[in-house]
């Protein structure tokens, strides 16, 4: 006589789990109030704009008539399965974790980072609180050869500045900085550019080249983010998402013109933005 098994058991009945499928799709879709119709209206505007990159946010500030639903109910409605596109292809907000950093750096590297520290850049910002900080970072083409931008971006306007530079090096940098100089004045670049805070790439690491001009003038205040901190600046960090929806990292900056490195700044700077009550940073 065979002995009883007395493990639990598990058992598939068909028609069970397809109406426990269908109740499933039925609860998913219960707090949707629009017809199908007005649903295939929605889908025809969001569908076409999220596969060009844009954000859910800029997509409802600017059709927000068309749409007729608010930003959180579209979030919803993609959750919920409702259109074709879904969370995986909707642009993921970026969110910067504060870490403690590693300070590693060696006695030669200390000399250029000497009262320029994150913490001398927040006991100068408590000192001058009226000053306008600008973000300042490069971002390289494919396999970091080639041409790079070297970007900046004004903290209170998320407005960002594009400069298409032959290399990532120091000269490449500073020819920039006096550049902008001689257009603009030394008065003007200082009013504009007063602080700047960057990382610790090797392109900065000539602070006072930055700071003063061929003739020795003050012209800004050069700080360094801490080693591996990039969210104490985030909005540059931010921006170079957008950047990377246009130019995917391996792709070469090499063809492009100073007319195409415009254009992309234009179309970032035509982003609106939740941290300017939905207005473009223009």
């Known amino acids: 006589m065979l002995k009883q098994c007395k493990r639990n058991k598990a058992y598939y009945t068909a028609h069970r789990a397809d109406a426990a499928h269908h109740k499933s799709i039925r609860n998913a879709h219960s707090g949707v109030r629009k017809t199908p119709s007005e649903l295939r209206a929605i889908a025809d505007i969001i569908e076409p704009l999220i596969a060009k990159g844009q954000s859910l946010n800029h997509i409802c500030a600017t059709h927000l008539d068309e749409l007729g639903i608010s930003e959180r109910t579209l979030y919803n409605y993609i959750d919920q399965g409702v ?159 957008l950047i990377r929806r246009i130019l995917p990292k391996g792709v070469s900056f090499s063809p492009l013109t100073v007319a195409d490195v415009t254009l992309i700044c234009c179309h970032i700077n035509s982003v609106l933005r939740e941290n300017l009550d939905t207005k473009t940073p223009f």
């Open 83 to 241: 259109f074709k596109v879904r969370n995986i292809d909707l642009p993921k907000k970026v969110v910067y974790r504060q870490r403690r950093p590693k300070k590693v750096l060696t006695k030669l590297e200390y000399q250029y980072r000497q009262g320029r520290t994150y913490e001398d850049f927040k006991s100068f910002m408590e000192a001058n609180p009226d000053l306008p900080v600008v973000e300042m970072d490069t971002v390289k083409g494919g396999r970091n050869k080639g041409k790079v931008f070297l970007t900046m971006i004004f903290r209170r306007t998320s407005f960002m500045l594009i400069f298409l530079m032959n290399d990532g090096t120091q000269d490449s940098v500073i020819q920039i900085f006096d550049s902008l100089t001689e257009i603009l004045g030394v008065s003007l670049f200082k009013r504009l550019f007063p602080v700047i805070l960057t990382d610790n790439g090797v392109e900065f690491k000539n602070p006072q080249a930055l700071e003063h001009t061929r003739t020795g003038l003050s012209r800004t205040r050069v700080f360094f983010c801490d080693p591996q901190a990039s969210w104490q600046k985030p909005q540059v960090e931010n921006n170079h998402r």
